[in-house]
């Protein structure tokens, strides 16, 4: 009797102990699904399939694993923009065509086919609710004694039939036409649309309507070839003024209010003509050339606070920089550095500390597109293989860990990757 009531005891001991134990490590643990979680990107890949090279497009998680072609028999163009919810894709083939499809690759739908036109380009924004997209297709009229177009769609992803032209504005040509002389510029959230007419900064909402002139004065307001780079607030516009290179960083309220020169340094040369906003558009980095320095190799990165107005150099090291990229949580910056096809990978607080060289192994090359996971963590890139004349697609933790190559030997050249929000 007292042998089997001590055995009793100790096995509900034992098993008190278990319980405890197995308690203990699931509250140290993390959640399994948070930790299976995986990412996944999608990119266009040049592929000779038989007698023919075609552009195809594919998504494939970020370990490598689980690729797949999305959208077989079609050649498509360097363009992709993933809705915000991460559930479609849209993208161009051919220079003119537009089409959106599921993450899965089903539901392929043509949702505008256009002609043929000179140095045709288009630009996309989802609306938030992922229900609708904004396209801009520029038709070149710069270069030509013929004019060109900038053409402004909305489509309720239904197909053709639900794609709505809302502006077709002719552009250059002999004697040239003057209805518009930039391209049209979406806001990230595809509600407005900015744009340069009679040498003024005008903006309209994506379905027309609201014109507004947003600056006083006639300028030069794309001098140089740069853009109207849209916050990602939306609440303001940044651009170049000035005769280029000597050109001053401004920025206006999208009302028209608050114009503001963020420079004020009449011998500032920007030659590089890229405006980089932070994610949560309190600062704006950009390339700054040493007066003179007509090629590049003397600049560095600066970085400017909106609303203290102040600037600060981040590199503190002239030489070449290219393809600067925030990431999302605005805490690093992304950029290659050294001259074409001898070019480095490496990242930067935003503060100017800890920079860090990433994908040490790679011998310096041709480093383009950068791009950031949703979560900050990982950043995907093109590198120009110099041995076989390739372009291949990789992808790096931002600690230079994990350095992974995602695409294979039937991918003769890769381009734009684009993550899929999460």
Known sequence: MRLNKLLQLS??????????????????????????????????????????????????????????????????????????????????????????????GSRLTKQFAGDSCKAANFAIAWLSNSQKLVFARSCDGFTSDAPGSQSLYISGTSGIQGTKLVRNLEVGGYPPKTEISSEFYLSPDGQQVAFIKDKNIYKMNADGSGMTKLTKSPGEYVSGGSELVWSPDHTKIAFLFGAYPKQQIYTINADGTQIKNLINNPQNEVYNVKIFWSPDSSRIAYYYNKPGDSSGEQQDIYLLDINRGTAKNLTRKPRNYDELSWSPDGKFIAFVAGEFNNQKLYTINAD????????????????????????????????????????????INRDGSALTKLTNDKDLNAGTPVWQPQ
């Not at 498509?76 to 537009?98: E, K, R």
């Open 352 to 395: 100017g500390n800890q920079l860090n060289q990433l994908a040490t192994r790679l011998k310096p090359s041709g480093i383009s597109q950068l791009a950031w996971s949703s979560d900050s963590q990982q950043i995907a890139f093109i590198f120009n293989e110099i041995q076989g004349d390739k372009s291949n697609l990789y992808v």
């Open 11 to 104: 096995s509900i001991a034992l098993i008190s102990l278990t319980l405890s134990i197995t308690l203990f490590l699931s509250l140290q643990s993390p959640p399994t699904t948070a930790a299976q979680k995986t990412s996944r990107l999608a990119f266009v890949a040049l592929q000779r399939r038989g007698s023919e090279v075609r552009n195809s497009l594919f998504a494939v998680n970020a370990n490598g694993s689980s690729r797949r072609e999305l959208a077989p028999n079609i050649d498509v163009s360097y363009t992709l923009v993933w809705s915000p919810n991460g559930q479609q894709l849209a993208f161009v083939s051919g220079d003119t065509d537009l089409y959106t499809l599921n993450a899965d």
